[in-house]
């Protein structure tokens, strides 16, 4: 059986994150800027200054990452560190009971948006991405107690685990959207964007319970060893249980868990040249925008409501309930103590129905609250915005504040702070210049940000402007 588990899962997350095309899934700094298509991701009721043709997928390519207790470089420590994992004393210091790291991605192979009568029409076509994993600080605590670090303290004692509620989702999926936007009367504007969604795949992990009791032997039980690491011996007449709960779940067209005679995971076959249907959905984006007095604009959007219907025909399932209470011996070893302690194979994953689980997810929907003080003729403009966006594991709120410099359609620039999710400790840059766009919501003067994200787009004009409400 080949050793696969969360390793593996993270691994197909990232392949399908990363081997899509890239863009954020928001770039906030660039709300005031009323001379970028951006804007309209954040808010449908929102309209250019004029029509817009983006570059395919140059046209908008942006990706974004957070985290609520690692930074950007001790994650990619993380990821590079292999079998020193464990070792880092002080990237283990630094986690909480509950670790979680978001990233979103997407990209617009084609879109565009043009003035016609009276309102504002866009179109876009492209692939989109979430991924999230919540992990326990408890399951590195035993993973190193395992590789024999740190044992100086807890040699000759029992010890338990608790590493339930931790979850791992993933879905990537294309996207096709026409939107419609109107001024109303010459202080409201609406919009809205319906979307049709393609499922491309989807994983996911749901530990619901998990927790291990284990007596730990002496370090000097069979003699002293390099770096104070234990040898398969000394763990020997130890006993150990655990009990579990959870399942795995895959879609994917042609691909995914493939098992044994006996229901237990075989392996896992991805190849993403090999990406079909594997569901549908949809979705619907909503906005509006009101000019309170000449200077103060208030506006407010609901992104994202909609859902994804998985096939069952493409879904597999692989579930674990119970447990094991054992003595460790020579031939349980490699199971519950050596090997790879994130195999499925340690658990007894077996093959599940995939009628007993849910084929229908949401899609991470955004609630986005704003206002907006025009200065010098509007040319320039400071505001707040406020952002939660409903992802899994946990909601991830933001607060940000900006400053806007509009002069001319080709020249917008603005600067904002989003202290939340960074830990106070960046700002965001965002300027364009001719057909050129580039912006970062977390710009960090240092290395290790907690939050991460850039844009980076190409457009031309499409069409004419915005005409005066007294033309319409």
């Given amino acids: 059986m080949k050793n696969l588990g969360c390793k593996g899962l993270l691994l197909l997350g990232g392949m399908l994150v990363w081997g899509g095309a890239l863009q954020a899934q928001y770039l906030r700094s660039s709300y005031f800027m009323e001379g970028t298509s951006a804007r309209l991701q ?58 979680r790291f978001n990233i979103n991605l997407n990209t617009d192979i084609l879109s565009f948006g043009w003035y016609s009568g009276k309102g504002f029409w866009s179109v876009n076509a492209g692939l989109r991405a979430d991924f999230g994993v919540a992990l326990a600080k408890d399951m590195f605590s035993m993973m190193r107690t395992m590789n024999g670090f740190s044992l100086e303290d807890i040699a000759g004692t029992s010890q ?61 039980r069979y003699g002293s060893t390099s770096r104070g ?60 925008s009101y000019k309170v007095w000449d200077n103060l604009t208030v506006s407010a959007s609901i992104l994202d409501l909609g859902f994804l219907k998985w096939k069952e025909s493409e879904t597999t399932v692989a579930t674990v309930t119970g447990g094991d209470d054992v003595t460790i011996d020579a031939t349980n070893y490699d199971r519950y103590i050596g090997g790879d302690f994130l195999s499925f194979e340690r658990f007894d994953f077996k093959e599940g129905s995939p009628d007993k689980v849910k084929t229908k997810t949401r899609l991470y929907s ?43 359609n080709w020249l917008n620039a603005a600067i904002s702070y989003s202290p939340i999710q960074a ?50």
């Fill in 229 to 288: 690491e234990l040898e398969p011996e000394n763990w020997y007449g130890t006993h150990y249980d655990y009990a579990a709960d959870g399942n795995v779940i895959t879609t994917l067209k042609g691909g995914g868990m493939t098992f044994d005679r006996d229901g237990r995971i075989d392996d896992f076959d991805f190849d993403g040249g090999d990406l079909g249907i594997a569901g549908s959905g949809f979705g619907i984006d909503l906005g509006a």
């Fill in 42 to 99: 954040l808010n449908p009721g929102l309209q250019p200054t004029k029509g817009y043709f983006n570059i395919p997928v140059l046209g908008s390519f942006n990706m974004s990452a957070s985290s609520n207790v690692l930074g950007m470089s001790d994650i990619i420590d993380l990821v590079g560190s292999g079998s020193e994992l464990y070792s880092n004393g002080q990237l283990f210091d630094r986690l909480k009971d509950d670790n």
């Fill in 423 to 472: 830990g106070g400790k960046s700002f965001g840059l965002a300027v364009k210049l001719g057909s050129l766009f580039v912006g970062t919501d977390y710009m960090f003067f240092g290395s290790n940000s907690r939050a991460v994200n850039v844009f980076l787009g190409i457009s031309f004009p499409l069409g004419g402007g915005q005409k005066p409400f007294s033309e319409l």
């Fill in 366 to 408: 955004t609630l986005l609250l704003a206002g907006e003080y025009g200065l010098l003729n509007n040319k320039v403009s400071v505001g707040a915005m406020y952002t939660a966006r409903f992802a899994q594991p946990k909601t991830l709120n933001e607060l940000t504040f900006l400053a806007t410099v509009r002069p001319k």
């Fill in 160 to 220: 338990s685990y608790n590493m339930s509620n931790q979850t791992l989702n993933m879905k990537m999926y294309a996207e096709v959207g026409l939107g419609y936007s109107r001024r109303i009367t010459e202080k409201l504007t609406v919009g809205a964007r319906v979307k049709i969604l393609l499922g491309l795949a989807r994983a996911e992990m749901n530990v619901n319970k998990f927790n291990v009791n284990m007596e730990v032997p002496e370090l000097n």
